[in-house]
């Protein structure tokens, strides 16, 4: 398909004249419907910055590092010039910049830096390092720990709660729903290119469908600068939390964390790596690294076993969702969630099914040309599902653009399927298997039904031309 290209160029000069270069490529679909209002296109952005690797107790500057974001939702339909320069500035140098900061004598200065990495990250290092899932995480561990990060953690265990409360919020919409206050389709909130797409250009009536639950980086934050901060006796500003994720939409979503118990303005996450820009700091980065398991939340001594959610390249919320709905609304067992591709590999559908009654219609919608014809069924009045997993990447997380790409910013397939295999062989556990969780309710929450849980784990959609409530950024 042939598709015309505006190039746009913006330039960005902080302090010591480090140059931040975002160079956006909007492409235009033509095969965009009518009832589609400026839709979100998939800009070429790249980012320029340099960065550096421990040396004789100083970090010193190394060559510049070309990251290119080129399959990304946010354009300039879904994201202000300020925020594209915010995004320009969520790299390395900040990072870095703890991390030199951490060195010097005054510790009143001092900042505990911790790291959650994404699970679909994990896959890409084993598959370029050609290490086992464990021995990767073992290695990016004991990598970022001898550059001076104190903490690493896995997300997996936010991406329980976001789930947990997906599964219940489609309970309850199901039981709610009707054609006066329709309340289904509900669609899924756990990528933010696709909410920030919703919110920013879609608005009414997509936003009323979005899941409430949180993202798990969203929750992810709150856990680590409100619940472990506390644990440590620190000051949620005391703590720098990096996510390493496999898409650049993280960076966006980062702008907008707040953490509701933690002190007024503290962010959850206060930079994003892509798997990309922290594999390109391991390349070229000449430490001492020893391998070392990565760290809970709670202290425990004890190395747990990496696990993932049962979804193909994503969390699954769609399979987990289902299996929970089939059981709490019609009493169904359901073992293994049969998926039947429709108009192309990335739209899938699962039904359950009772005497040739169809009780039950999911789909999963990868990419946007997948999403496009959601959105205009559903504003057609002409959707026959009551949940759709909604993915901006086509192929889901796992083919995240800040991962698996080839010099010229093209999806290294051959590196992909071997991470698909991977993936796919990490051991399966279910949310509600998990006794972290259930604990965490209770400690954290004050139970799985308190208004804490509302708090922490539930937020609320804008729609377009409304102002963002981030607390954090000032135009």
């Known amino acids: ?95 870095f910049q703890v991390l030199n900061l951490n060195k010097k004598c005054d510790t009143s200065k001092h900042k505990v830096l911790a790291v959650s990495v994404c699970p679909q990250s994990l896959p890409y290092f084993a598959a370029k390092f050609s290490l086992s899932v464990t021995d990767a995480s073992r290695r990016l561990c004991g990598f970022l720990k001898s550059l001076g990060v104190h903490y690493v953690f896995d997300t997996t265990i936010a ?119 922290i594999a390109q700091m391991m390349e070229q980065s000449d430490v001492s690294v020893r391998d070392a398991a990565l760290d809970t939340l709670f202290g425990d001594v004890k190395e747990e076993e990496l696990r993932r959610h049962d979804g193909a390249g994503s969390d699954g919320y769609l399979a987990h969702i289902f299996r929970h709905a089939a059981k709490e609304l019609f009493n169904e067992d359901v073992g293994e969630v049969t998926y039947r591709a429709l108009r192309n590999k990335d739209f899938q559908e699962v039904t359950l099914e009772k005497s040739g009654e169809v009780l039950l219609r999911f789909a999963a919608a990868y990419g946007f040309r997948n999403i496009q014809n959601v959105v205009l069924k559903l504003k057609k009045g002409k959707f026959p599902y009551h949940f759709v997993e909604v993915l901006a990447c086509a192929g889901g997380c796992l083919n995240g653009r800040g991962q698996a790409q080839t010099a010229d910013g093209r999806t290294d397939k051959a590196l992909l399927q071997k991470m698909k295999g991977i993936y796919a062989d990490i051991p399966v556990q279910l949310p509600e298997a998990s006794t972290h969780v259930q604990e965490l309710y209770q400690e954290w929450l004050d139970g799985t039904d308190s208004p804490r849980v509302q708090e922490a784990l539930h937020t609320a959609y804008q729609g377009p031309g409304q102002p963002t409530d981030s607390r954090d950024i000032k135009w």
Request: hydrophobic share 30%; net charge positive; charged share 25%.
């Open 1 to 95: 398909m042939t598709k015309r290209m505006h190039q746009s160029m913006y330039q960005v000069q902080p302090r010591r004249m480090e140059r931040y270069i975002i160079a956006s490529k909007k492409k235009n679909n033509q095969k965009i419907k009518k009832g589609l209002k400026n839709p979100c296109q998939k800009p070429n952005m790249q980012v320029s910055w340099r960065h550096t690797i421990f040396k004789k107790g100083e970090f010193h500057k190394l060559a510049d590092a070309k990251i290119f974001l080129s399959d990304c939702l946010a354009c300039d339909s879904c994201v202000s010039a300020e925020e594209g320069i915010q995004v320009s500035q969520q790299n390395a140098k900040d990072f």
């Open 159 to 277: 991406a329980d709660f976001s789930i947990l409360e997906s599964q219940k919020e489609f309970v309850r919409r199901f039981r709610q729903h009707n054609e006066e206050e329709p309340t289904l389709p509900m669609l899924t909130s756990a990528c933010p290119g696709w909410v920030r797409y919703a919110e920013r250009v879609l608005g009414h009536p997509v936003t009323p469908h979005l899941c409430t639950a949180k993202s798990p980086q969203q929750i992810m934050g709150s856990l680590v600068k409100d619940y472990f901060a506390r644990r440590q006796n620190l000051s949620p500003d005391k703590i720098f939390h990096v996510i390493v994720a496999p898409c650049y939409d993280k960076k966006l979503e980062a702008l907008q964390e707040d953490v509701p118990t933690a002190s007024r303005g503290s962010r959850g996450t206060d930079c994003v790596l892509t798997s990309g820009e």
